[in-house]
């Protein structure tokens, strides 16, 4: 059974620090995306990932996809109090048609 | 139009009420889905359907019961559920085919279901 875990699951932090969250996995994913959600909404698609030892960069987000696509981290520089929400990472299933989500890491930025 | 709009927002329903939550989309997706939300927890997925075919059942209870009428429209019709039902009901739309779960999906902002 293919897994993702994220660490942590909480982290509240003050507004300008830097933050780095973990999705990781003992199996190869073709691809993870990255989806933020806010209370009371759906998650959004922040990126996917796709080629071993990616890079991405969205303003102050910086993701990353392990050399063996095995693992993916999600880097944000200077928090604002807007990032505050839920992050998951998620991929899909080897020979199948469903995305596995992570359990989510709770990120809590204070003004 | 890049969205997946999801009616009602809020829904507050009892346990021998029929009521339905609907989900539109006009990208073009091919493939559409119901997940289910509690909270603090990942969305649990409970049907796709492709080309307006159900092609994933997760095992969900015939007290919920899908419907695909066109390819931009989904349908979750509802009838006696019970307090644990009560969720964020989110759809969900992406492109179709192997390569589209490369992509992600776009999701709406969710139906919050209370069953009393």
């Known amino acids: 059974t293919q897994l993702l875990e994220q660490s942590p699951q909480f982290l509240s932090i003050q507004e300008g620090e830097n933050l780095t969250v973990y999705c990781n996995s003992s199996?190869?994913?073709?691809?993870l995306q990255w989806y933020r959600q806010e209370p009371g909404e759906g998650p959004v698609l922040l990126v996917t990932?796709?080629?071993?030892?990616e890079v991405k960069k969205l303003k102050r987000l910086t993701f990353q996809f392990g050399d063996a696509r095995k693992d993916s981290s999600l880097h944000i520089t200077a928090a604002q109090t807007g990032d505050t929400g839920l992050y998951l990472c998620?991929?899909?299933?080897?020979?199948?048609?469903?995305?596995?989500f992570g359990a989510g890491t709770r990120l809590f930025v204070k003004a | 139009d890049t969205e997946v709009t999801q009616t009602p927002k809020h829904l507050v329903m009892g346990m021998t009420n029929k009521k339905s939550l609907k989900c539109e989309q006009h990208?073009?997706?091919?493939?559409m889905y119901w997940y289910k939300q509690k909270a603090k927890k990942p969305p649990e997925l409970m049907f796709v359907y492709s080309y307006e075919k159900l092609s994933i059942n997760e095992s969900v209870p015939s007290r919920f019961s899908p419907e695909c009428p066109n390819s931009s429209l989904l349908n979750l019709h509802l009838h006696a559920l019970q307090p644990e039902d009560s969720a964020l009901y989110l759809c969900?739309?992406?492109?179709?085919?192997?390569?589209?779960?490369?992509?992600?999906?776009?999701f709406g902002s969710g139906t919050r279901l209370t069953v009393v």
């Open positions: 199996s190869v994913f073709s691809s």
């Open positions: 998620a991929g899909p299933n080897t020979g199948g048609f469903k995305t596995i």
């Open positions: 990208m073009g997706h091919r493939a």
């Open positions: 969900a739309s992406s492109h179709e085919g192997r390569t589209a779960l490369n992509i992600g999906y776009t």
């Open positions: 990932v796709v080629t071993g030892g």
